[in-house]
């Protein structure tokens, strides 16, 4: 059983940041990959960053590249996603989300559980 709670997210204008946090509780603590997705009213959603539990080895979308850093404490059970530099584009509804695997793109296809999601804001 694998249970994800997101939280950190709001309201920020453009060039501001947020940081992301997820609890990731699972019962074996057999996780490979844990990611951040997000989605937009009316769009897909669009995998944007992952880290594999473990190694720590990062993967990033080409959109949030060089503002969006993800981040682990194995020892609290937590992922972070900080995010800098913010635009009115980012805004969406952000999950947390965590494979079994070593995930290597940022397909949500393998991502078998997922948090509610917390919801940015981004205004101009």
């Known amino acids: 059983q694998v249970k994800l709670v997101e939280s950190g997210g709001g309201s920020v204008q453009t060039g501001g940041a947020l940081r992301l946090s997820c609890i990731v509780s699972?019962?074996?603590?057999?996780?490979?990959?844990v990611g951040w997705f997000r989605q937009a009213p009316g769009q897909e959603r669009e995998g944007i960053a992952l880290?594999?539990?473990?190694?720590?080895?990062?993967f990033y979308a080409d959109s949030v590249k060089g503002r969006f850093v993800i981040s682990q404490d194995n020892a609290k059970n937590m992922v972070y996603l900080q995010m800098n530099t913010l635009k009115p584009g980012d805004t969406a509804m952000y999950y947390c989300?965590?494979?079994?695997?070593?995930?290597?793109?940022?397909?949500?296809?393998?991502?078998?559980?997922w948090g509610q999601g917390t919801q940015v804001t981004v205004s101009s």
């Open positions: 880290i594999w539990k473990y190694s720590g080895r990062e």
């Open positions: 699972a019962e074996n603590g057999l996780l490979g990959t």
């Open positions: 989300a965590a494979s079994p695997h070593l995930e290597t793109t940022l397909r949500s296809r393998g991502f078998g559980y």
